[in-house]
């Protein structure tokens, strides 16, 4: 016991006390179909790579980066349709959403978030020592009304979201802007592949705050990139709470090379797309029940026999995708993967029904 004491000197108790986010399986062997992180399944935009090729001559990387990254907010600005200093840039959203997180809520206050969702949410409340509340989505993936936690410091709500893939229209979105009595964060890590998307909001509704990620649609997972759009005002303050050089050379130069070509990632997403509905249909045949799907990923449950089995059959099929249990909503998440990918799931799939 002592050992145990002895070895985190200083540590918090609430830290102690955290289980911590865990990522999902990061297995990259040219082996592994890997279905369970979301990925985008092509490459990115060809521009990308001749963005960073640039970046690595000269004497790019001996100098520090643009600390607010402003080549990118130009760019995001023009593709967007939104001011540039309404735009942050973060390592990826995740470090977005601890900036927020840092930004509005003091020790013991409170982070409240729909579930099931983003398990990282609850993490980082912990980290500030702030209380944690979630609010349960109804039967069919929407929010209740009325919403009962008002008054929250922050209010996180994914959209689409993660692991249902359900969005809410822009009509709720608005609705729930509105009603939520406090700053809400709109994650949009998915919105590349929606229908809809809240990117408005912010210049209509102060307290809202849209993220981003490039790490989906963009197919820059590597990378690390992310951005928020909010009130300029808003984004004056968190600028104050974020780390001097967040993004670095490499990741800037991608990711403003990635905006700026939309033509190439909007045929990425209409193949994404297009796959997605094709897995939902076989999935069905296959006698899997699903949630409509804004996002690169389904969500799939059985009534008939449980699936984490059919999680370790498939992974020890060297088939990689999500197995969640959030009390009660027991289910695989399966990204979209190319087509050759999901033919081997389906096939995998099938022998593992059969047997």
């Known amino acids: 016991m002592r050992a145990s004491v002895s070895a985190t000197p ?7 006390a955290m289980r911590g986010y865990v990522p999902g399986e990061q ?6 179909v890997k279905l369970n992180t979301n990925e985008n399944p092509y490459p990115p935009s060809p521009r990308v790579f001749e963005a960073v090729r640039a970046a690595l001559t000269g ?8 600390p607010l990254g402003d080549d990118f907010r130009r760019a995001a600005g023009r593709v967007l349709g939104v001011d540039p200093d309404a735009i942050l840039v973060g390592n990826g959203s995740d470090d977005i959403l601890t900036i927020l997180t840092r930004a509005f809520v003091p020790a013991g206050g409170l982070v409240v978030s729909p579930t099931p969702s983003y398990i990282l949410y609850r993490e980082l409340a912990a980290l500030q020592g702030a209380r944690f509340e979630t609010v349960r989505f109804t039967d069919d993936w929407r929010l209740p009304r009325p919403w ?13 979201n993660s692991p249902s893939g359900t969005a809410l ?14 700053p809400l964060v709109l994650d949009e890590a998915y919105a590349d592949f929606a229908a809809e998307n809240g990117l408005d909001l912010p210049a209509r509704f102060p307290n809202v705050v849209v993220t981003r990620t490039m790490s989906k649609g963009y197919a820059l997972a590597g990378i690390r990139f992310g951005f928020a759009v909010a009130d300029p ?14 993004c670095d050379v490499l990741s800037l130069a991608a990711a403003t090379a990635a905006i700026e070509d939309q033509e190439y990632y909007r045929g990425v997403w209409a193949k994404v797309i297009a796959t997605r509905e094709r897995m939902r249909a076989e999935l069905v045949e296959l006698g899997f029940e699903w949630t409509f799907s804004d996002a690169n990923f389904l969500w799939c449950q059985r009534e008939d026999r449980p699936v984490k089995p059919l999680y370790e059959a498939l992974k020890a099929r060297n088939i990689l995708v999500r197995y969640m249990d959030y009390s009660g909503y027991d289910g695989v998440r ?5 087509d050759a990918e999901i033919d081997r799931l389906l096939t995998d799939l099938r022998s593992i029904l059969a047997g």
């Open 59 to 66: 004497d790019k990387l001996r100098k520090y980066p643009q």
């Open 27 to 32: 297995l990259n062997s040219p082996d592994i």
């Open 169 to 182: 229209t822009r009509d709720e979105l608005t609705a729930f802007a509105e009603a939520v009595g406090g």
């Open 10 to 16: 200083g540590i918090r108790p609430d830290i102690l």
């Open 233 to 246: 005002a808003i984004i004056r303050e968190l600028v104050k709470v974020k780390d001097s050089y967040n």
């Open 334 to 338: 399966i990204s979209v993967g190319t």
């Open 148 to 160: 009962p936690a008002r008054g929250a410091h922050l209010t996180f709500l994914p959209n689409p």
